[in-house]
């Protein structure tokens, strides 16, 4: 899937994705080079590459492995543990591999006020999960998230990389079975 | 991505025109929309007209603090010895605030185009546009716009032909709200944690990389081109003498209609919540307001014909801030509801200065014990206090955004954490 | 000598000084003799990150208050820092540290010696308005001998900046986020750095504790000694530990122009090793063939006796030995008429630090090469052999790397020294003397600079200085000769410096209570002439 970006936003792309290949090599291939380069062009320090690089790695991995982060460290000139203190103090960076429907529920003031806290239950009822656990098939891992920045559409849940709007606790089972089974990947 | 409500009202409109339009968020859709044409002009014009405008204008950051613009722009050197940068921040986490958010994924020209503008006035070399990492959809967007303006020339080497040049990068965060204050952003985008650092050096003499910076708002940088384009004395026909021009306001909470308008600053609050958003549900009532996002102090339903505007919130007792009013009707509990915005401060907080790593989670701890019943009164006490020690006393203002609300919600709302204190404390006293 | 306009005058708490510009407020409180609070603020890390809150103070016109560690001076400027709003904010930074810090105090290492204990006292936490748990992330270890207890941390990150600022090495950071914060390494990747157990020092409470001191004393069980580091030639400034006549820990001592505020892993392995073993602690003569025990006036009687029948031999010295003794045996090798003499350097590898590289575990791992260079020593690669049929002196050296029967053809082989190797019990007589830490004397570091150290430890038995052995030695032997009266010989180390100074031009007149806690430089011999002729 070797699709060349705009430099400007190479470092910009989505990470938290429902497709991705757990085995593909960060920067071994010409795709990662590329994306590489053109991040570092666009910063006068290699450091600033960071958080793109770590977003790069969760968006081709799912997670962000200790092999990955000695690989960034190593291509930016860094120490691995600077690379792990900047990782750990960012919440959307995954440190263990995640469902592949990673599902967050804004339970902050707004989205509290207006039944934040039950749609969250609805999730973890219906995945049969606690919070920050990862169903037994892979498919989901629901999460209770601070403000998502969606606070007139009250309750904001963020799947992947797409935003549900106005979800109560009725619209629960409709949004999981719209999600792929468990034999797709 | 359906756009909810309108203000059915006769108001004008520059930020807002075109959300819900589809079209508006490609090039040509944008030109059609006659973008573009404020940058065409500021190309031609000298970087301190274009600042001299700006300040005329009295706009005002939108990011929360309302510091005046033009002001801002005009502390970065005017003979430059080495790149200067702009930040757009576009990390927009305040809980209760979405504005930017709208604005990016309905009209991501408009804000390109401002960040130019605000580029050339200040003589970046570089704009950065650091977006909040859960925007995925907006990011979208937003990437594609970039990627069409640099295709078209408006960004790039030589800008609308003029000869001048700036490039633009888009940035991700990845989860910190404290990535929002102006330092934290500047560390996070050096490809660290994003930990404000202590002022002096103010960002115009040493920002990002070490260069002159100057970090607006997205809010901010969309209102620039219609300034530019239209002049001060148009932008001031909004809005009050230290308050000019229009604003989005993000209307969230126990509300009919919530969602954002775009409004010129000075209504009275109530009229927002009531008439703009029709108020609560059902019929019910108003019991407090946060009037500009969880950061602000709490307004009672007594208090809602104050005047929005900087001054106007400020003389109320509370803040504009992003203009993002939380509505608390009557079904609402004021404490459940303050322990839900502590604990995200608490959540949030980078943790380098004591006060606020050890103050914000103490707070959630004893308003959750509350909560849930097992209070004593003199835990009241102990917030108060903890409230002026997380005053003023750390290097980012992350510490007193929890004090507003707070300390205003234990002035006028004390009753509501008596009626939860532990039946047998409650009888001792 | 200075101008009045170069200073910077400012007022603090009343008192009125004159400090240099650019000097930050927490440093001219200091001079002016009021210490404030701090955290994370150290005077030998460069960076000043102002987090830790503990050093505000209240500056007239200034609407909040301010961290002292971040402002400089600046002319009229009033401080206040004991004003009612800074002690309420530095009581307020107490007990929040408190929130989560565990009062395991009787069980912490730093227990005694812990600012948060200190402050806690200081500003009078008397009761704890805290009803809810603390939180509990336990304790890691980031070094082979390093431990973190994660909860007794105030993330101050003094270590991290430590490591990061003056060691040169990004292996030890923060990582998470809020409460959450801790200090970490990469995961699987430990602290692997030669400089690293300063972390330790600078660790205002007890959150990280050099493994091999846990639960082994509490720190008013100890006794503090100053003293040199013997590890190289550097002669880092230290302060030694010792409880129960035991070194149990050793810190390093500021000195600026020696170690700044640090020392290296080796020199404290090496201190805290260096007494333990068994040790000669009796005069032994050997009037019949077999070494027998004597007392010091008949040992040193028939020393002297034996030492009058030597013609010609040589010396054998170490560069463990003080200045004060490889002196007094110049001297009595010059009344036997035997020149030269020897020593051999141990070393190793250097390791410098980075922020301080004047600093250096230096390849010579010994403290005092160039005072044995001083008193005519030459420095040999391989040990002496063993001479036959002439007189033999050795002081100090083991000889623990000699055959066996080294020493055994030498006419009087006499050896000074504490410890009993094989070839050392080839000796006619041993003379038992105190190590480094038992005794007073001085070392001269690899540029030339003499230091002092004092007596830690109580020494084995009837173990006394070499330099008073050895002048006693001398005085035995000059009245054997027919001196009319006693020579005399030093009852202190102040009177053994005496003597060594006056007949080393080097030491430029220096006394023993001149040098002074930072030492003072060897000046060229020729300089020192000139000096006391003019």
Known sequence: MSRRLHPAVAGAQPFQLAERDPDAPLFGSEEGRERLEAILSRYPTRRAALLPLLGYAQELHGWISTGDMEEIAEVLELTPAYVWSVASFYTMYNKHPAGRHMIQVCTNISCHLNGAPRVLEEFLEQTGTVEGETTEDGRFTVLEAECLGACGFATAVQINDAYHENVTPEKVAEILASLDGPESS | ?429 | MTEGNDLINLIIDGIEIAVEPGTHVIDAAERAGVLIPRYCYHPGIPSRPAQCRVCLVEIEGQPKLQPSCKMTVTEGMVVHTASEEAEDARRAVIELLLVNHPLDCPICDAAGQCMLQDYALETEQLRSRLHEEKLVQGRDRIADDILYFADRCIICTRCVRFMSEVAGDETLIVAQRGDRNVIDTFPGRDLDHPFQGNIVDVCPVGALVHEDFLFKARFWDMDQTASICPGCSTGCNVTIDVKENQIVRVKPRHNPEVNSYWMCDHGRKHLVMSNRGERADVPLIRPDGRLVAADWSEALAWVADRLLEVTGGDAVVSPDSANESLFFLRELLDRLGIGGGSFRVPTGEEATLAGFPKLALRAERAPNTTGAELFGFARVDDPAPSPAGAGLIVLEDPLADHEPEWGGEAAFFLYVGGRLSSAARNAHAVLPVTGFAEMEGSFTNFEGRVQRFHQALRPPGLARPAWMVLSRLIAELDLRRGAETRTETPLEVGQAFAAMAVATPELGGFEWDSIGPKGARLVAAGDAVSADVA
Not at chain 2, 116 to 133: K, M, P, Q, S, W
Not at chain 2, 386 to 415: E, N, W, Y
């Open chain 2, 1 to 429: 991505m359906a756009y909810p409500y309108r203000d059915d009202r006769e108001t004008t409109t520059i930020l807002s025109r075109h959300m819900g339009e589809p079209e508006a968020r490609s090039l040509s859709g944008w030109l059609e929309r006659g973008g573009y044409e404020a940058l065409r002009k500021a190309v031609q014009m000298e970087p301190d007209e274009i600042t001299e405008v700006v300040k005329e204008s009295g706009l005002r950051g939108r990011g929360g603090a309302g510091f005046p613009t033009g002001m801002k722009w005009s502390f970065m050197p005017s003979e430059p010895s080495g790149p200067h940068y702009l930040c757009a921040n576009a990390d927009e986490s305040e809980p209760g605030a979405f504005k930017d958010r709208e604005i990016m994924r309905w009209t991501p020209h408009l804000l390109i185009e401002g960040c130019l503008i605000a580029a050339r006035a200040i003589r970046a070399e570089h704009v950065y546009i650091y977006v909040r990492g859960e925007f995925f959809p907006v990011i979208r967007v937003l990437n594609q716009a970039v990627v069409e303006a640099y295709e078209a020339g408006y960004i790039g080497e030589s800008v609308c032909d003029s000869g001048w040049g700036c490039d633009l990068t888009v940035h991700i965060g990845a989860g910190a709200y404290i990535a929002g204050e102006e330092t934290g952003l500047m560390s996070s985008l050096m490809g660290g944690r994003a930990e404000p650092w202590m002022k002096p050096p103010f960002p115009a003499q040493r920002g990002v990389f070490g260069a002159p910076t100057t970090v607006n708002n997205v809010e901010t940088l969309a209102s620039v081109p219609g300034i530019v384009m239209n002049g001060s004395a148009w932008y001031r026909q909004w809005g009050s003498e230290k308050s000019p021009g229009t604003k989005m306001w993000c209307c969230s909470g126990n509300l009919t209609k919530p969602g954002n308008y775009e409004l010129e600053l000075g209504l009275p609050l109530g009229e927002i919540i009531h008439d703009v958003c029709g108020g609560p549900p059902e019929g019910r009532k108003v019991k407090a307001v946060l009037p500009g996002g969880s950061s602000t102090a709490f307004l009672t339903a007594d208090e809602l014909d104050c005047v929005t505007t900087y001054e106007g919130l400020q003389e109320a007792g509370s803040a504009l801030g992003t203009a993002s009013p939380i509505v608390l009707d009557e079904t609402a509990e004021i404490v459940p509801a303050m322990r839900r915005i502590a604990q995200f401060y608490a959540h949030e907080s980078c943790g380098q200065c004591v006060q606020c790593r050890e103050g914000t989670a103490w707070i959630t701890k004893i308003l959750r014990r509350i909560e849930e019943g097992d209070g004593e009164p003199r835990d009241l006490d102990t917030l108060y206090d903890l409230c002026d020690q997380l005053t003023g006393r750390t290097i980012c203002v992350l510490a007193d955004s929890v004090v507003f609300p707070l300390r205003s919600s234990l002035d006028k709302f004390r009753h509501e954490y008596e009626a939860l204190m532990r039946r047998s404390a409650s009888v001792a006293t």
